[in-house]
T-cell receptor, first 113, second 112 residues
Framework: GAVVSQHPSRVICKSGTSVKIECRSL??????MFWYRQFPKQSLMLMAT?????????EQGVEKDKFLINHASLTLSTLTVTSAHPEDSSFYIC?????????FGEGSWLTVV | GESVGLHLPTLSVQEGDNSIINCAYS??????FIWYKQESGKGPQFIID?????DKRQGQRVTVLLNKTVKHLSLQIAATQPGDSAVYFC???????????FGKGTRLSVIA
């Protein structure tokens, strides 16, 4: 079955630095990847939809200049949190549709200190 | 916008009892529903799904019921076990390749 590999699983960074999170589709071509964020004790909220070869579509309230999404190939979508702040500390997870099934990456725990 | 919500934020059940977790959705166009389990520190784990042309689907110890008339979804867990303790999310989707919309989540605590 389709597998989405997400890396890193955990990262700690200093405030003001940038962090890149990668999602790779291992055995299928992902034209679309969805990026979610989950704060502690809250639900998963859609941040943006990543489209291969075109600009990502961001949800209302998500800063596109802060959360840079790149989907340059059919097997890789990346989310870069720029100038990270402690309030960006969260669980970030990607997801992809393949057929009629949705596949999630393993998720990335970001802690900004 | 339309959203998926839950009636109960927390649920405590005795080990061996049956659990029922409820979810209300508001988008009448949604045609695909999924229940996820999320354990602490992990990503969501698929439990069971149901499409809008069905009103009931059974898995191993779990049953999902869909009532389109009142836009209600429920997850029933039979003979609840300590390993079932987690946060459960319902999610809805429509029109195929569109993002899932998640409900707020219910924390299930199993009392041994």
């Amino acid at each position: 079955g389709a597998v989405v590999s997400q890396h890193p699983s955990r990262v700690i960074c200093k405030s003001g630095t940038s962090v890149k999170i990668e999602c790779r589709s291992l055995d299928f071509q992902a034209t679309t990847m969805f990026w979610y964020r989950q704060f502690p004790k809250q639900s998963l909220m859609l941040m943006a939809t990543s489209n291969e070869g075109s600009k990502a579509t961001y949800e209302q309230g998500v800063e596109k200049d802060k959360f840079l999404i790149n989907h340059a190939s059919l097997t890789l979508s990346t989310l870069t949190v720029t100038s990270a702040h402690p309030e960006d500390s969260s669980f970030y997870i990607c997801a992809h549709f393949s057929g009629n099934t949705i596949y999630f990456g393993e998720g990335s725990w970001l802690t900004v200190v | 916008g339309e959203s998926v919500g839950l009636h109960l934020p927390t649920l405590s059940v005795q080990e061996g009892d049956n659990s029922i977790i409820n979810c209300a959705y508001s988008n009448s166009a949604s045609d695909y529903f999924i229940w996820y389990k999320q354990e602490s520190g992990k990503g969501p784990q698929f439990i069971i799904d149901i499409r809008s042309n069905m009103d009931k689907r059974q898995g191993q110890r779990v049953t999902v019921l869909l009532n389109k008339t009142v836009k209600h979804l429920s997850l029933q867990i039979a003979a609840t076990q300590p390993g079932d303790s987690a946060v459960y999310f319902c999610a809805e989707n429509y029109s195929g390749n569109t993002p899932l919309v998640f409900g707020k989540g219910t924390r299930l605590s199993v009392i041994a």
